[in-house]
Every structure is written in C-alpha cells, then in structure tokens.
C-alpha cells in the first residue's frame, strides 16, 4: 500500500488532518514494508545489493559488514550475519551497532576508522531499520515520522582530496 495512503489512514485514525501528515512525510514512492519481510530481507534488496551495483563490486569484496539498527530481526545472530549470508559476502565478517538515530553516523565512522587503520579495505554500511514493529500505530506523535527501509554505503580507500575528508 503506497504510503500517502498509509498516512492518510493513520491521520484519520489518530485525529489529526489529512495535510498535516502529508506536509510532515510526503513520500509518494516509498512502501510500508511487510510484517512478513525480515531487517534483513530490506537491507539486502533495498540497500546492500543497490549499492554494490553503483559501485560496481561484487558482495565477495566486502571485508566487513556494519548493520546500523534498532530493530534487529533477533539478538543472534546479528542482522550483520544475516546480511552478509543473503548477498553471499563470504569473505566478510560482520556485527550490529546499536545507537538508535546515531547508529548509521556510528558506523560511518567506525568503518572509516576500519579502512583507515589499514585492518579492512572494504566495508559496508548498512543502516536499515523496521520501525512498524515496534511502533505504536496509535501514538500521533510519532506514527508518521517513522518508517521502514534502508540505506548502504560502501566505504573504500579513495584517492587523495575524494570521500570522507573529516568528522
């Protein structure tokens, strides 16, 4: 079900207009996930396996694999191992990272940190969160800013004045 039709249906529920919802999370081409779809089933198709094709590399590249959530699909094994055996990163390690917004920035820098050091010399970051699973629908006042999805970034070695310059 498309999302403008989702928040139409959670602002009536709620009370709240219409508009207002719309005017806060206008999002005409994003989709409420599943129930049935896994944290990891999102990051790897929406997120990982997008953003290795615009890289250009394969998922056997990958040294490691930070997953940034606060809703893992469960405690073990992490949303990162589950990640890395659905885009078949069998070279890769992986593990979650766990600090609610912040958790994608977090790991942004742990990966850069990674690379930088010389320990890796790919690392995917993947921040993917399902927020419809531990949300309650009937709550105004956070319904309708919070959603599913996911986003990756993979973090390399570049050359001189290019990438991550400062934090």
Do not use: H, W
Not at 143 to 157: H, K, N, S, T, Y
């Amino acid at each position: 079900m498309p999302m403008i039709r989702i928040l139409l249906l959670i602002a009536l529920l709620l009370g709240a207009a219409p508009v207002q919802a719309l005017e806060i999370t206008f999002r005409p081409d994003a989709e409420v996930e599943a129930v049935a779809v896994t944290l990891a089933d999102i990051a790897r198709a929406a997120a990982l396996k997008a953003a290795l094709a615009n890289r250009g590399v394969g998922a056997d590249t990958l040294d490691a694999i930070i997953a940034c959530t606060v809703t893992p699909d469960m405690m073990f094994p992490c949303t990162a191992a589950l990640i890395q055996d659905k885009v078949g990163a069998s070279k890769a390690y992986g593990f979650d990272l766990n600090a609610a917004c912040s958790s994608f920035l977090f790991g942004l820098s742990t990966a850069a940190a990674m690379v930088a050091s010389g320990a890796v010399q790919r690392v995917a970051v993947v921040g993917c969160d399902v927020m419809t699973s531990i949300m309650n629908p009937k709550d105004r006042n956070t319904v309708v800013l919070f959603g599913d999805g996911a986003g990756a970034v993979i973090v390399e070695r570049v050359e001189e004045g290019y990438g991550i310059l400062d934090f």
